[in-house]
Each structure stands twice: as C-alpha cells, then as structure tokens.
Nanobody, 125 residues
C-alpha cells in the first residue's frame, strides 16, 4: 500500500525558516519524480518544487526560487522541503506527491498519482 505522510508544518513569522518532511512507503523512490505543491484557501494547487528521478535535478516555482530547497533521501524514503525567508503569501497546505510522468509534466499536479494528506504552513507578518 502506498502512503505519503507530510510533517513539519506550523505557524511561524515572516522571515523565518521551516523544514517539511514527507515519508513515503510502498514505492521505490528512484522510479519517481517527487514534488511539493501547495494550496491556499480559494486557490488552485500550485507547484512549489520537484526532484527529478532518481534525484539529480531540481525544479522550482517562480515564487519560491532562491528561498526553498527540495531534497530527497531515496534510502530513507523521504523528501524534504527547506523553506527559508518565509512570507505571508507562503501560507498554504503543503502536499508531497509522486509521479512517473514525463519530465515535461513535472510541474503539473494532475500528473501526480500519489499524494499525502498535507501539512499546514501559516506565516504571519
């Protein structure tokens, strides 16, 4: 059974850092692109960052480029999102996902087959 479980969310102030973790079971991670998406109330799910299988290349959304870092540990079956210099507009539920789609679709949420339940990140000014 495939399970993805996010952790590490919380309420923080502007300018601080937070690290999200996602523990994945039931998948061989080297076969999957792994990504973080986020969804704020009333908005569509937004691409945040992705790690191309098996883990050498990373991709970022424009709004987080230079502030967030995605990493993965295929042996520990985890993917991480280090979030620095957080802003109120980063407030959202953050989801990790796993995909075997083509690299050209790595930013498209509909191409991710497996998802976690999300972890809330709230950034106050």
């Amino acid at each position: 059974q495939v399970q993805l479980a996010e952790s590490g969310g919380g309420s923080v102030q502007t300018g601080t850092s937070l690290k999200l973790s996602c523990l994945i079971s039931g998948l061989t991670l080297t076969n999957y692109h792994l990504a973080w998406f986020r969804q704020a109330p009333g908005k569509e799910r937004e691409f945040v960052a992705a790690s191309k299988r098996p883990g050498a290349n990373t991709y970022y959304g424009q709004s987080v480029e230079g502030r967030f870092i995605i990493s993965r540990d295929n042996y520990k079956k985890m993917v991480f999102l280090q979030m620095n210099n957080l802003r109120p507009e980063d407030t959202a539920v953050y989801y990790c996902g796993a995909s075997q789609a083509a690299l050209s679709a790595i930013r498209q949420s509909e191409m991710y087959r497996y998802w976690g339940r999300g972890t809330q990140v709230t950034v106050s000014s």
